[in-house]
Structures are given as C-alpha cells and as structure tokens.
C-alpha cells in the first residue's frame, strides 16, 4: 500500500469529506488520528476504519486551542510512533450577509477555520523539521475562498488566508522536504445538500445512484469519495515534487488554480494623481475587470427541480 507505515491526522474526520479522507488515508495503508468534536461521530469513524482493516484513534477536541494541537501530534507519537501526515479539515459555517454579521460569527470561523489551521500545522512542521521527517500537510480550502460568496464574509476570508498560508508553508518548508499543498474541494455536502441547484445530485447520492453527467463533468461536483483520492496522492512519496499549490477536485474533474498575478500594467510619468486617473481609468478598466463569485451554467431541462 502507498502509505504503508506512515501516520497521519486528519481534523474534522467524524463525518463528511473529513471522514472520507481519513477512511482513503487508512485504505492506502496509513494509521490514522481521527479528530472532532463529537465524541459518537468520532468513535463511529474510527470503528469505520477498524472494521475495514485499518488503524485508527480518536481525539475529541475543539480544533483552533494550540493545545488541541499539541494533543493531535502527541497522540500521532505516542500511539504509533510519529507523525507523517496532516490533513487539517476541521470547520463550521456561520453564513449571513456583512451587516447581520455578529463578531462571534466572524471570531468563530476564523478561530476554526484559520487559527485551527495555524496552530495545527505550527505544531506537525514543528515535530517534523526536528525528526528529520519529510512530511505531507493538506491544507483544505473552498472555492469561497478562491472567488468569495454571497453570505460567507468569514468563510471566505478564512479559506483564502489558508492559502495564502500554504504557499507560505511551502518557502518555510522546503528546505526541511515537507511539501504543503491546498485542496479546494467540490464535493455534496450539509451545506449544498440545501441549494436547490444541486438538488438532482443530492437527490441522486442519497438514492445510492450515480449522479447525473452534468454535475460530474461539467459542474465538477460529486461525492466526498472523489475529493479523497487526492488527499491519499498529496500524502504519498509520488507527490514528493508538489507543494505550495492549491489543487482544485470535485466528481470527474481535477484543477489547479493559479496563484494570484497582474492581469492588466499601465504607467504614468511621476506616478498616478486624481486627475490623471480620471482622464486613463476608464481606459485602464474596461474589458479587464474581474468577476467575483462562482459562475454556474443553467440546468439542463431534466434535471430542473
């Protein structure tokens, strides 16, 4: 098996994409530290991985605390004798529009989302750069945060600073050999499970069917198992080369998004006033402005709920 030998954590594992890569990442041969809240959905993950021949343990602890991470690489050390692999998934969503924003709204995605991400890779590339160990650490994003939504200030904010992170990480880290990569997952989840676009998908998954075409092909949308396949790959030795890179992954399709460059340069002798940007703005901004948000295509007839 690919990851034979190697140990890993992966946050936010009790259900959902956390569990599918904690399952993957055991079938491919890895020991794995299963964390959530939820004492049940982490005990049940871990019985899912055991009964499949895997090896699993569980940490119940809220992600963000730098104990929790302290806890997470202990446990990784103290159970199997070392830390390999970091998948930090862990989240919530606390979705309303800018002005209804409370700051326990914004503080808890944030502490979450992106102090949870700090404060658990600090602890893994710790433990690793000091035993020489030339890890993997998967960090997961969002399209919110590659494009922004409606309704998701802190999402939003939180998924694209964990990009912003990685490609950090990955300076820091490369002298050491630890490859840091980003995944932005498409996948049916709580969250699409409510938007009526995606109903015909989610209607198709909970059936046990196959989802329809349009939604695998042309949405790049599908299940929790078609996100896990990536993770598994990232963690291995084959994708030793790879780090600083935000991957893109959901039903049949695979991307990599590209880092932020200049779309559009112009100058203007002894730099740029009022008056010179009122007379060469328009000019400058026309036909070079940048959407915001994701774009979806129309429903095909039948698959229109």
Not at 102 to 112: A, E, H, L
Not at 136 to 154: D, K, L, V, Y
Not at 187 to 214: H, L, Q, S, W
Not at 258 to 269: F, G, K, N
């Amino acid at each position: 098996m690919e990851l034979d030998g190697k140990v890993a954590i992966v946050t936010g594992s009790g259900r959902g994409l956390g569990l599918a890569y904690a399952q993957e990442l055991a079938r491919q041969g890895a020991a794995v530290v299963v964390n959530d809240v939820d004492a049940d959905a982490a005990a049940a993950a871990v019985a899912s991985i055991e009964s499949a021949g895997g090896r699993a343990v569980a940490v119940v602890a809220p992600v963000g605390p730098t104990e929790t991470a302290r806890q997470l690489v202990q446990t990784a050390v103290d159970t199997y004798g070392g830390l390999d692999i970091l998948v930090t998934n862990a989240g919530v969503l606390r979705d309303t529009v800018l002005w209804k924003m409370s700051d326990d709204d914004f503080d808890t995605v944030i502490g979450i989302h992106l102090r949870g991400t700090f404060t658990c890779v600090r602890e893994a590339a710790t433990y690793m750069r000091e035993n020489g160990v030339a890890g993997r650490i998967i960090c997961i994003g969002s399209p919110t945060g590659q494009r922004g939504n409606f309704g998701q200030t802190n999402y939003a904010a939180a998924k694209s600073g964990i990009v912003g992170m990685v490609r950090t990480w990955a300076l820091e880290l490369k002298r050491a050999n630890i490859a840091v990569n980003a995944v932005i997952p498409v996948a049916a989840t709580a969250m699409t499970a409510t938007v009526p676009y995606f109903a015909a998908a989610v209607e198709a998954e909970a059936k046990g069917e196959p989802m329809p075409a349009f939604f695998r092909h042309d949405l790049g949308f599908g299940t929790s198992d078609d996100v896990a396949g990536l993770i598994a790959y990232l963690a291995s030795d084959a994708a030793a080369g790879v780090s600083g890179q935000a991957i893109g992954v959901g039903g049949d399709r695979l991307q990599l998004w590209s880092h932020p460059e200049p779309v559009h340069t112009a100058y203007h002798d002894g730099g740029w006033t009022f008056q010179s940007l009122a007379a060469e703005f328009p000019a400058f901004i026309e036909g070079n402005q940048q959407s915001v948000g994701e774009k979806f295509p129309p429903l095909p007839d039948d698959l229109q709920r």
